[in-house]
């Protein structure tokens, strides 16, 4: 059996506030799900200084992806990738683009209706 299977299996041997060092991100600006994530030439010339999660971000992050996106192909919650990539950014590992004004408006700060109909029409065309 491979380590991902065992891992799989066995299920997350770390648990996310482990990842966050026990934060929750409440003193951090508010990511939003649809914010763009880009690993900068710093972040990949030095991906080297980074352990876990971080590192995975930065490499994944060579091709802009969606934070939501991020968290979904890491298996972590999304707040956990948020925290772990302000913390990036804050050290100039990634950049982090913002959506469009538009959608960051209503609720809570986060209108999410214009993500949400993307998404559905993303699975009604498969």
């Not at 992050?61 to 969606?66: F, G, I, N, T």
């Amino acid at each position: 059996m491979s380590e991902s299977a065992e891992t799989l299996e066995a299920g997350r041997l770390v648990r996310p506030y482990t990842m966050t060092g026990g934060r929750t991100g409440r003193d951090l600006p508010q990511i939003a799900l649809e914010a763009q994530v880009v690993a900068t030439r710093a972040g990949l010339e030095n991906r080297h200084l980074y352990r876990f999660e971080a590192a995975r971000i930065i490499d994944m992050a060579q091709k802009q992806l969606a934070l939501v996106e991020l968290a979904a192909h890491l298996d972590v919650p999304v707040g956990v990738v948020r925290v772990v990539a302000a913390d990036l950014a804050r050290r100039g590992a990634i950049l982090i683009m913002d959506p469009p004004s538009g959608m960051t408006t209503g609720l809570d700060g986060y209108q999410y209706t214009t993500l949400l109909r993307k998404v559905l029409d993303g699975i009604k065309s498969l």
